[in-house]
């Protein structure tokens, strides 16, 4: 069994790899030797990626793709093993976010993100399985959120589909061990990136919805994408089935699990705060 405690000479798949933490995580390997896959829809953003990384001496190819779409989300993990012989790390970090009373949004906006979030991950999480089973080794490493451990009021479909990754991911873990094969669900918090400036909010003003969620998200700092990308490797490492980061989040994560009555009643407020914000409002609160 193959073993990469420092990702040196790994082969490894990045989804959403075209920006973010996606890029940052794909930049991280690289520095680390890791052969990188840097897979996005944006297929101009991942080969930008891609061809910096070559520029500073990593190998990296980038592969446009839907992770929404089974198919090619399954010709990803085949072309990939047999281009290296192998795939070590499959990173299903591709998200988005559309948020807004859930009353708002429609079914097909639900669909769209349930698709991307969390099937998007299934598909990749379920083909890497697959492949790394097959070789005996391998280590999928899921990204969630804060909003996987906690609720979200708000921002339910995306919360639903963060909640699912941990499930997978922890579901997985206890599959795979017998075959070599790691699992690894990564829970950051609040990052400085542009999921707030690209997040789809219905029936809201979107730049006063960014505000007032950086405002109230328990008020928690916000980290780098670069610093993100460090603690996911990390945890990675050291095998974690949580990879639970900043502190903050753990203290968070902990305080919820220990008083969930206050937190029922601050995600209350919350929505109050969002809900006033609503460009049309209804007979009832």
Avoid at 142 to 171: D, E, F, R
Avoid at 216 to 233: N, S
Wanted: a positive charge; hydrophobic letters at 45%; aromatic letters at 6%.
């Amino acid at each position: 069994m193959q073993r990469f405690t420092n990702f040196e000479d790994a082969v490894a798949i990045v989804t959403g790899g075209g920006m973010g933490l996606g890029e940052a995580l794909c930049e991280e390997l690289g520095r680390r030797g890791a052969t990188v896959v840097v897979a996005d829809i944006d297929g101009d953003a991942a080969r930008q990626v891609a061809q910096r990384l070559a520029q500073a001496g990593a190998p990296a190819v980038a592969v446009p793709v839907d992770v929404a779409d089974p198919i090619a989300m399954a010709e990803l993990i085949e072309n990939t093993v047999s281009e290296y012989g192998r795939i070590d790390y499959m990173i299903n970090n591709a998200g988005i976010a559309i948020g807004g009373d859930s009353r708002d949004l429609s079914m097909q906006q639900w669909r769209r993100v349930l698709d991307v979030d969390l099937l998007g991950v299934v598909y990749g999480s379920v083909h890497a399985y697959r492949a790394m089973a097959r070789q005996g080794h391998g280590h999928i490493i899921n990204v969630s959120s804060l909003s996987g451990l906690v609720p979200q009021p708000g921002n339910a479909a995306y919360c639903t589909s963060k909640h699912g990754i941990v499930g997978l991911s922890l579901s997985l873990r206890a599959e795979g061990v017998d075959l070599g094969v790691k699992v690894s669900a990564a829970c950051p918090g609040d990052m400085k990136t542009k999921i707030y400036d690209n997040m789809v909010v219905v029936n809201m003003p979107r730049e006063q919805v960014a505000t007032l969620s950086r405002r109230t998200h328990y008020l928690m700092p916000q980290m780098t994408a670069e610093a993100a990308a460090r603690a996911i490797l990390r945890g990675a490492e050291r095998n974690r089935p949580l990879i639970v980061f900043p502190a903050v989040v753990q203290v968070i994560w902990h305080l919820y699990r220990r008083f969930p009555g206050l937190f029922y009643r601050v995600n209350v407020h919350r929505m109050r705060l969002f809900r006033g914000l609503r460009a049309n409002q209804p007979e009832t609160p």
